[in-house]
């Protein structure tokens, strides 16, 4: 079963699906940190072998998420985090996806995904950039 969060934000609405056992989101930052963890996820899971993916909690921190798979020289796990606009950057994780606004508060050496491409047609790994 799943549900739906109608999520009000500066830029406009928009539905938020979730399991229907899961609570709903903190706050208008966490659903829109969901949605692009949920782009993120279905371009990954059909392009990535030996995909699987969870959500991460940690103490302290927003939700992060965590994708591990078969790379080219054998398993890798990347964490993954969606700062939202005037969030701080959490260095030991692998890939940012950034909203089109952050782009200045790119890492050096991390891998980064601007969240509109998500939105538009094409292969996860070529939208991938290295920072």
């Known amino acids: 079963m799943a549900r739906w969060v109608d999520v009000f934000t500066a830029i406009g609405p928009f539905?938020?699906?979730?399991?229907?056992?899961?609570?709903?989101?903190?706050?208008?930052?966490e659903a829109c940190r969901l949605a692009v963890y949920g782009l993120f996820f279905s371009l990954a899971k059909n392009e990535v072998p030996?995909?699987?993916?969870q959500l991460v909690k940690a103490r302290n921190s927003p939700l992060?998420?965590?994708?591990?798979?078969?790379g080219a020289n054998g398993p890798e796990k990347?964490?993954?985090d969606a700062p939202r606009l005037d969030e701080e950057i959490n260095p030991v994780v692998d890939v940012y996806i950034l909203p089109m606004e952050?782009?200045?508060r790119e890492i050096p050496g991390k891998k980064f995904i601007l969240d509109e491409?998500?939105?538009q047609p094409g292969?996860?790994?070529?939208k991938i950039k290295l920072a």
């Open 117 to 119: 491409l998500l939105l």
């Open 102 to 104: 952050g782009r200045k």
């Open 123 to 126: 292969m996860l790994k070529e």
């Open 64 to 70: 992060q998420a965590q994708m591990a798979f078969n």
């Open 78 to 80: 990347w964490l993954i």
């Open 50 to 53: 030996g995909f699987s993916w």
């Open 15 to 29: 539905r938020l699906w979730l399991p229907a056992e899961s609570r709903p989101p903190l706050d208008a930052q």
